[in-house]
């Protein structure tokens, strides 16, 4: 079985502090994803990783930033919190081939309060 | 760019009632459809998935969707809906190539005796 591990199930930090999110995946996928999840606004895509060292942007990147280093590890970083990045925060992986391989497998996410 | 639409924000049916929740995308070519299940606080889990072939597609927990190229839909459905069933359920398609999937806005489902 796929599986996708977050660092904390639940953060809280305060305003302008730097805080890193950390997401392993145990399937040597080569795509990583994070996401944000607010109530009403469904899953929004922060950032993606199609390889090692490989970023794109996605739909709302602003004020994140992330990094790819090993294959295995995809790390979030909110450079100075503010409280509208409290959110639901998901990771996902999957390898990158065709038709089955395109599957997104998520890890439990991560609730991060911002005060 | 492929989108999805999930029209109902919210559902409650009876225990034991059937359920379906309906899914719209847009994508020109014939895409890779999901549909995943949340349950409260938790990550998202694949419940069944479409990529060609028999457009009846069945998957985990009795549930099974439909694909209909000439709706554009892609519909999932359970004969007999169980307490545990209640959740958040999203669509989501992905477009050939290596393209994120792209998901709807959800459906949450409740369920009452």
């Known amino acids: ?115 | 760019a492929q989108s999805v639409t999930q029209p109902d924000i919210h559902i409650t049916v009876s225990e034991g009632a059937s359920l379906e929740l309906r899914c719209n995308y847009s994508y020109g070519a014939t895409p890779y459809l999901f549909w995943y299940v949340q349950s409260p606080g938790q990550g998202l889990q694949l419940l069944l998935k479409y990529f060609s072939g028999d457009t009846l597609v069945q998957g985990i927990k009795g549930f099974e969707a439909e694909f209909k190229r000439s709706q554009s839909s892609f519909n999932l459905r359970k004969p007999s809906v169980h307490w545990s069933d209640a959740a958040e359920y999203f669509c989501a398609v992905g477009a050939r190539g290596n393209t994120p999937l792209v998901f709807g806005k959800g459906t949450r489902l409740s369920v009452i005796a």
């Not at chain 1, 796929?2 to 040597?28: A, H, P, W």
């Not at chain 1, 996928?29 to 993606?48: S, T, V």
């Not at chain 1, 790819?68 to 959110?87: P, V, W």
């Not at chain 1, 890890?107 to 911002?114: A, D, E, F």
């Open chain 1, 1 to 115: 079985d796929v599986k996708v591990t977050q660092s904390s199930r639940y953060l809280v930090k305060r305003t302008g502090e730097k805080v890193f999110l950390e997401c392993v995946q145990d399937m040597d996928h080569e795509n990583m994803f994070w996401y944000r999840q607010d109530p009403g606004l469904g899953l929004r895509l922060i950032y993606f990783s199609y390889d090692v060292k490989m970023k794109e942007k996605g739909d709302i990147p602003e004020g994140y930033s992330v990094s790819r280093e090993k294959k295995e590890r995809f790390s979030l970083i909110l450079e100075s919190a503010s409280t509208n990045q409290t959110s639901m925060y998901l990771c996902a992986s999957r390898s990158s081939g065709t038709g089955p391989g395109k599957t997104q497998y998520f890890g439990p996410g991560t609730r991060l309060l911002v005060l």
